[in-house]
Every structure is written in C-alpha cells, then in structure tokens.
C-alpha cells in the first residue's frame, strides 16, 4: 500500500468519523435543549397550579403535599434572604458566563 493510499484512507476515516461526532453531539443537543424546555414548562405548570390552588379556583387537597413543600421552600428562600441579599451584588454570573445560561 502507497503512502498515499494510506493517508487517503486514514483521511477517509477521520472524516466519517468527524460527521459522526457531530451528528451525535447534534442530537444530544437538541436532546439537551428539549429536556430544558420541558422542566421549564413544568415549573410553569406547577407555578400556575400553586396559584391557583391558592385562590381557590382548583381544590388543593390532591396537592397538599406539593403545595406544603413550595410553601416551604419560599419560606426557606425568604428567610435566606438577608439585609446584604437586597443590595445589589458586585458582579453578575449571567454577563460574566453567558455559556451558562439556559437556553430557550
């Protein structure tokens, strides 16, 4: 086998294997962005359905469990938010990693 047989066929290789990397990393991809879209429309839904059982508009008492659990947790974050929390932070993560920000 030629020198140049073999550097074509190992060019051939790299090059399948190179659309196969970026085939499956597309499709982790878009994997990745629907599992975002999907846990954000579930805390919407679970946000609406808080309120809403909170009004009164839908009975609570299938979700009495959930809703005990929200309302602790905003407890928790209310009682974690302190007098240095209300002053606005020195850096914001968001503009410094933008890498990091959820996707739509």
């Known amino acids: 086998m030629s020198i140049i047989s073999s550097v074509a066929s190992t060019a051939g290789r790299v090059a399948h294997d190179m659309r196969s990397s970026v085939h499956r990393a597309r499709v982790e991809g878009e994997r990745r962005v629907l599992e ?16 809403l059982a909170r ?3 839908i009975p609570a008492g299938a979700l ?14 209310a009682a974690a938010e302190g007098p ?5 932070p020195s850096h914001d993560a968001a503009t410094a990693f933008p890498m990091l920000a959820d996707d739509d």
């Open 55 to 57: 009004h009164g508009d």
């Open 64 to 77: 009495a469990a959930e809703i005990a659990e929200v309302d602790a947790r905003l407890a928790e974050l």
């Open 84 to 88: 240095e929390d209300s002053v606005a």
């Open 36 to 51: 975002r879209r999907h846990r954000r429309a579930l805390a919407a839904l679970g946000a609406r359905a808080h309120v």
